[in-house]
């Protein structure tokens, strides 16, 4: 059985696709669209190793899998506390080769996974991803974890380094990276000397949601939603305009991959625009 899934959010969706509004002319912006397709393997997919690791590898420890469902390493006891690293790894070969190729021309604009330290907390764990073109990006998760034996949700957008909060190689190197991914990781810093297991679970790749019609019926917009996860709490905000102040308009829990959500207060003379958080 695995353990219990902490409920708290770990992580914002920093930025998704938005809507203008203008008088009963509607626009959906596409200043993030990208076209879906495959190229050189990688795609948007969801790894839950039901089964077994699928072809992830340990760096430094050997990758083990739990009859639950999750991947874990173990560092031993030690008789004092020493400075060790290891990590779990998707190289080309791991599912399917999902996780490895071109993130851009795959619509692949977002990255998750389920963390959890089952028995002390860990001195530092990285998400990091590399290119083929020697560049590199990471993120930290260490300080958002908030405690042990429950599985912390992390959701980080590739639209730009910025906008994910990405560490690493220079902004304008970010988008090529993505087109040539060769290597993600996750890096563990062991904690004290006591022995410790670090698990991973439903790692996956996504597009961003995004809006594929708008309408306005008797004074209601009503959006429509696209590449929803199911599952996930989201917010709806609005602003008069990009630059704006952003209000909630309602929250929802996706029930299916396109969902329609509606703004019962009408725009005014200059539209609105819309963001989905969470």
Same mark, same amino acid.
């Given at each position: ?6 409920? $708290?959010?770990?992580? &914002? ?5 938005? %809507?203008? &509004? ?26 839950? *190793?039901?089964? @077994?690791?699928? /072809? ?18 173990? !560092? ?7 400075? #060790? ?7 080309? $070969?791991?599912?399917? $080769? =999902? *996780?490895?190729?071109?993130? =851009? ?9 389920? !963390? ?14 590399? /290119? ?5 990006? !990471?993120?930290?998760? /260490? ?5 042990? /034996?429950?599985?912390?949700? *992390?959701?980080?957008?590739?639209? @730009? +380094? ?12 970010? #988008? ?10 996750? %890096?563990?810093?062991?904690?004290? #000397? &006591? ?7 439903? !790692? ?33 905000? %609005?602003?008069?305009?990009? $630059? ?6 309602? %929250? ?12 019962? =207060? ?5 539209? +609105?625009?819309? +963001?989905? &958080?969470?």
């Amino acid at each position: 059985m695995k353990p219990a899934r902490s409920t $708290g959010k770990t992580c &914002t969706l920093l930025l998704s696709r938005w %809507s203008r &509004t203008r008088g009963l002319t509607w626009y959906a912006a596409l200043v993030l669209s990208l076209p879906l397709a495959t190229a050189w393997a990688a795609s948007p997919f969801e790894e839950g *190793f039901d089964t @077994d690791t699928s /072809g992830w590898t340990g760096l430094n420890r050997n990758l083990q899998h739990d009859a639950s469902g999750y991947v874990f390493i173990q !560092f031993p006891e030690l008789p004092i506390a020493v400075p #060790e690293s290891a990590a779990i790894q998707a190289l080309s $070969g791991a599912s399917g $080769g =999902a *996780f490895t190729g071109n993130y =851009a021309s795959a619509n692949a604009r977002l990255m998750g996974l389920d !963390f959890i330290a089952l028995d002390s907390m860990p001195s530092e764990v990285l998400l990091r991803w590399t /290119g083929t073109n020697g560049k590199a990006y !990471f993120i930290s998760l /260490g300080a958002m974890l908030s405690s042990t /034996g429950v599985w912390h949700r *992390f959701v980080f957008s590739l639209h @730009d +380094k910025n906008t994910g909060n990405w560490v690493g190689d220079p902004a304008e190197d970010f #988008e090529d990276t993505l087109s040539q991914v060769d290597k993600v990781e996750i %890096s563990i810093l062991r904690g004290d #000397e &006591t022995l410790q297991r670090y698990g991973v679970d439903n !790692f996956f790749t996504a597009p961003l949601p995004e809006v594929d019609s708008i309408q306005q019926n008797n004074g209601t917009i009503r959006l429509h939603w696209i590449f929803l996860r199911v599952g996930t709490e989201y917010t709806l905000e %609005s602003a008069d305009d990009a $630059g704006g102040t952003y209000t909630p308009v309602s %929250s929802f829990t996706a029930i299916a991959n396109d969902q329609e959500v509606l703004d019962t =207060a009408p725009p005014g003379a200059l539209g +609105k625009v819309y +963001k989905l &958080t969470r």
